[in-house]
């Protein structure tokens, strides 16, 4: 590889896990937020938007919150992990943002959306992209490399 190649390859890697970091951290703290402040942010919060069975739901998507949120944060099955979490942000925009363009507007919504997209955009980019050369499926690759080679 010429030096051109290898210093792009290092932008691709550390884009994927700055992207990997922003997405996998704010689903992770949004689960664990599901369990400390379940009334504000879990089933309580389920209730008031119309989630069936919310006791039930609230504490299921921040357990899906956390897990896949530490799976793309180690980048561990990443493509895979952000799958879930792609029906988790999609189900929040369908709940939550589209009300808001409907009753208030377009800028109100997309004002309050900001996050949201992010966290679409960037669940996308990981599905297609995977973990990177910067993650823990990249390390147990090498290792199986070795080993059979």
């Not at 951290?25 to 008031?48: C, H, M, N, S």
Request: glycine share 12%; proline share 4%.
């Amino acid at each position: 590889m010429s030096d051109g190649q290898t210093y792009g390859f290092g932008k691709v890697s550390s884009a994927i896990l700055a992207i990997r970091f922003m997405v996998g951290a704010v689903f992770f703290l949004e689960g664990i937020k599901k369990f400390i402040f379940p009334d504000q942010w879990g089933a309580g919060r389920f209730v008031t938007i119309g989630i069936p069975a919310p006791h039930v739901m609230g504490p299921f998507v921040g357990a899906v919150e956390i897990i896949c949120g530490l799976l793309v944060l180690v980048g561990l099955r990443t493509s895979l992990a952000a799958i879930p979490l792609l029906a988790v942000i999609c189900t929040a925009i369908a709940t939550t943002k589209i009300p808001i363009l409907f009753k208030t507007g377009w800028w109100r919504m997309e004002d309050v959306a900001r996050t949201d997209y992010c966290m679409l955009m960037g669940s996308i980019f990981l599905v297609l992209a995977g973990s990177g050369c910067l993650s823990l499926d990249a390390y147990f690759s090498r290792d199986k490399q070795k080993t059979n080679g």
